[in-house]
């Protein structure tokens, strides 16, 4: 770890990449939150209230698969013509479909038009999405010092808690200020209304910056990639591939201690929103702090390592899940979640630096979003639908092999990445 310490200069950075990233990820919590609390009731025919949150999850799972397209897309622009245009235009569409949502009709009042509508618009999220973590990262690590990059790379993560934390905290808001029938007519659209806001700052932070160092100089030593892509995927297959499957424990950790939980909580275990919303907004502070420890750990040692310590951490965790989730004891409850969700931060906060770390900077920006996102897919985009039918059929104990098989994977996968780039 070295002494050199960060110039002032870089707290407009930093801000930028966690402003942002919360920004991104309040839009796709409160869409998280929604399709648990509300949008199997208002998108769907009646049916029972399972096939209703199963369709409702299968509406949040979309925008996982738009997001490696995002990643793609964004990742070529921002491969060729700089990371600021490109993190700009993501923030953008991400909030405009967030927005859009606010103002949907529901499916007693338009039919199959609404669920249609709500889906092209969950697809606008995923894709803005896509091209948005990957910028941010690299906006972190690019600018950091000798012997920072893991604790430069940490602050686009604190944007998860964050963003979380403003969603959920909205909705236990709106729980206690209005009657469930005023929530379910209308009070659900006030989060989406209010991301205008969040946007705004966002875009006025990130305009105010310049073009990382490590770009510059990758554009005064060769001209830019053609096709990124193309040239990711015959260069740098296995980095690529290993990435991949690195990240799939964050991925099913969060969304399982999240969406899956809040949706079960309240189905199931038959908690009240907001009693259960409390109890979340309670252990996500826990992540806060594991990414921030991994963040110091990371630099002392290496992201990977971190990383592996984490995965082993969350083989055990699994086995816990049954015992702590359906305990009956809301303090076991929240004890487990706080448990995951520091072992979400030791898994997570390092990839801000690690993704970036396996590729060169002429394909960076497509090689740590596209790893990012397709992960997303295989650890988070299926987890709340995969995990509501195993509960349903088998209860929370093959749930709980569930999540420590989506640990194993991306342990195994971490033992192929040994070797990294300098930023």
Known sequence: MSDTKPAASHRRILAASLVGTAVEFYDFYIYATAASLVFGKLF????????????????????????????????????????????????????????????????????????FLLCVLRFGQGFGLGGEWGGAALLAVENAPPGWRARFGMFPQLGAPVGFIAANGLFLLLGVLLTPEQFLAWGWRIPFLLSIVLVGVGLWV????????????????????????????????????????????????????????????TTKLGYSRETFLGV????????????????????????????????????????????????????????????????????????GAFLPGLFPARVRYTGASVAFNIGGILG?????????????????????????????????????LKRQVEA
């Open 44 to 115: 769907f025919p009646v049916a029972s209230a399972s096939a209703q949150l199963m369709s409702a999850y299968a509406t949040f799972a979309l925008a996982f698969f738009a997001r490696p397209l995002g990643a793609a897309v964004f990742g070529h622009f921002g491969d060729r013509l700089g990371r600021k245009s490109t993190l700009v235009a993501s923030l953008m569409l991400m909030g405009g479909s967030t927005l859009a949502i606010a103002f949907l009709p529901t499916y007693a009042q338009a039919g199959w038009i609404a669920p």
């Open 206 to 265: 990130r305009l105010k910056l310049t073009e990382t160092p490590a770009f510059a100089q990758a554009m005064k030593e060769a001209p830019p990639a053609k096709a990124p892509l193309g040239e990711l995927l015959k260069t740098y297959p296995l980095q690529t591939l290993a990435g991949t499957f690195a990240v799939v424990c964050c991925f099913a950790i969060f969304y399982l201690t999240t969406a899956f939980a809040l949706g079960y909580g």
């Open 280 to 351: 979340q907004l309670g252990a996500i502070g826990f992540m806060a702090a594991g990414i921030i420890a991994a963040g110091y750990w990371a630099d002392a040692t290496s992201p990977r390592r971190v990383l592996m310590a984490g995965c082993i951490a969350t083989v055990a965790l699994g086995f816990l899940l049954p015992v702590m989730m359906g305990a009956g004891s809301l303090w076991l409850i929240w004890g487990f979640l706080s448990l995951a969700l520091v072992m979400m931060g030791l898994v997570y906060g390092p990839l």
């Open 380 to 416: 988070g985009g299926l987890a709340p639908m995969i995990a509501q039918a195993l509960a349903d059929h088998g209860g929370l104990v093959p749930v709980g092999y569930y999540l420590s098989g989506a640990a194993l994977i991306s342990l195994t996968a971490l033992f192929f």
